[in-house]
């Protein structure tokens, strides 16, 4: 699996962004993608990811309400939907996915196998 993201820039809080993952061979029913994150001198930390097959959707509580995770499955793309910024929301944000991931696990990212690139959002005050 192979993974592309983009989408990331500066913008104000309050604002909304959208971010995009393409994916390049998947296979599963446990095929998961989804995004983590990492803002600088932090820790890399859960966002959000989704089942492919199922569209069981899963948040990370700091961003649950604000930002919608999606797919589009004839692009097999996976888009991530970030509405009211807040500067702490400020991160590089990285797509990563996994074929065999259990569900106790799907917040972790030692969990996923496969990473794209990050993608820089910046959110000024």
């Known amino acids: 699996v192979q993974l592309q993201a983009s989408g990331g820039g500066l913008v104000q809080a309050g604002d909304s962004l959208r971010l995009s993952c393409a994916a390049s061979?998947?296979?599963?029913?446990?095929?998961?993608m989804g995004w983590f994150r990492q803002a600088p001198g932090k820790e890399r930390e859960f966002v959000a990811t989704m089942n492919w097959s199922s569209r069981s959707t899963y948040y990370a509580d700091s961003v649950k309400g604000r930002f919608t995770i999606s797919r589009d499955n004839r692009k097999d793309t996976v888009y991530l939907q970030m509405n009211r910024l807040k500067p702490e929301d400020t991160a590089v944000y990285y797509c990563a996915a996994d074929t065999t991931i259990i569900l106790s696990r799907v917040r972790e990212g030692n969990a996923y196998d496969y990473w794209g690139q990050g993608t820089l959002v910046t959110v000024s005050s």
């Open positions: 061979g998947r296979t599963g029913s446990r095929f998961f």
